[in-house]
């Protein structure tokens, strides 16, 4: 099964340094020993070693409660990147997490969330909604985000977490999971969650992965104080390197357009897209950022010719990805500190 579109990656048993220290870590806590949108970034170790330090603090260990007020269920926090993975029309990581809903145990809400109902339990399903709504910048669903304020860094983490995986996913991987797309029937997907039943219900020992990472920074302050936000800092300097990989026209053209975009998947007749021939760099970051899964063979071709390399294509979607994160991240750091402005510390 090609699952690579546009790289040829590191794979954990010719990984080395870093890279190998994070793969390793990856099987022990994820349970997925190469999780394909991870390994199509380890051109680049300081892209790889940062989304899995993000992946990891806010969904699998879900903060470090440093608020004291008990911490997010998984099946909580599987619902934000689903929810999240179905406003950005990433099948990849739809079927993933409905899988890993069905580890956690919750088969039921797995395959109502995969046939587009709505989870039983009203509070599941608002976590559900908000997760979708996060894409939509002007959404009501994020005036009164639907947990109290000891849970917004696992689920703010686990939200950007996913619009940056969902991005780098469409971009640069094909849809399937499994050998001849096998996760489309139901018995499969349950036999694939039950398999991680184990790892996914184990607990972490949060800040772990950042010990991957070179001087991460605190981080924002919705991530209060738990090891998400230094990771998110990590990611954020790692992905915004991709900048230097665009002239100051492209550069400025790519962020204005992220900058006023009001969550939609672009039209088919997308005037704002840059040319292919005359400007590939700012069309594969735009597509990265608004509508990755419009990404094409010959978008890619027209721009990595040499001297750009797996590395250079890597670190420019990510660039793309990460300025829509951005702008995802500036509205929802503002409604966390308005809608908690007025809850006790």
């Given at each position: 099964m090609a699952t690579f579109r546009y790289t040829d990656p590191v794979h954990a048993k010719s990984a080395t340094g870093r890279t190998a220290d994070a793969y390793a870590q990856m099987a022990d806590d994820f349970g997925i020993a190469e999780p394909a949108p991870l390994v199509t970034l380890s051109p680049a170790p300081e892209l790889f070693t940062a989304t899995w330090a993000l992946l990891r603090e806010a969904l699998l260990v879900g903060g470090d409660d440093a608020f004291g007020?008990?911490?997010?269920?998984r099946t909580d926090r599987e619902l934000v990147a689903v929810g999240v993975s179905l406003a950005n029309r990433c099948p990849f990581c739809?079927?993933?997490?409905?899988?890993m809903l069905h580890a956690t145990g919750d088969h039921r809400v797995a395959e109502r969330v995969l046939r587009g109902e709505q989870p039983e339990d009203p509070a599941q399903a608002r976590l559900l909604a908000w997760g979708k709504a996060t894409r939509a910048v002007r959404a009501p669903e994020l005036v009164s985000p639907p947990f109290p304020r000891a849970h917004a860094p696992a689920h703010i983490g686990t939200a950007l977490t996913f619009h940056f995986i969902n991005r780098v996913a469409s971009s640069l991987i094909t849809e399937a999971i499994l050998p001849c797309n096998a996760q489309r029937f139901r018995a499969v997907r349950s036999i694939g969650g039950r398999t991680l039943q184990k790892t996914v219900r184990r607990s972490f020992t949060p800040g772990d992965s950042l010990s991957l990472l070179d001087d991460p920074q605190p981080g924002p302050s919705w991530a209060g104080g738990t090891p998400i936000g230094p990771a998110y800092a990590a990611l954020r300097d790692a992905a915004t390197m991709g900048a230097g990989l665009l002239d100051g026209a492209d550069l400025a053209l790519v962020r204005t357009e992220v900058a006023a975009w009001d969550g939609a998947h672009p039209p088919p007749a997308w005037e704002a897209l840059p040319d292919r021939a005359s400007r590939?760099?700012?069309?594969?970051?735009?597509l990265a950022a608004l509508a990755p899964y419009r990404i094409t063979d010959e978008d890619v071709a027209a721009w990595?010719?040499?001297?750009f390399s797996d590395h250079c294509l890597v670190h420019l979607i990510a660039f793309g990805a990460f300025t829509a994160v951005d702008r995802i991240?500036?509205?929802?750091?503002?409604?966390?500190?308005?809608?908690?402005?007025?809850?006790?510390?």
């Open positions: 007020s008990g911490g997010t269920t739809v079927n993933a997490h409905t899988m590939p760099g700012a069309r594969l970051a735009l990595k010719k040499p001297p991240e500036s509205v929802l750091a503002a409604q966390y500190s308005t809608h908690h402005a007025k809850e006790p510390s």
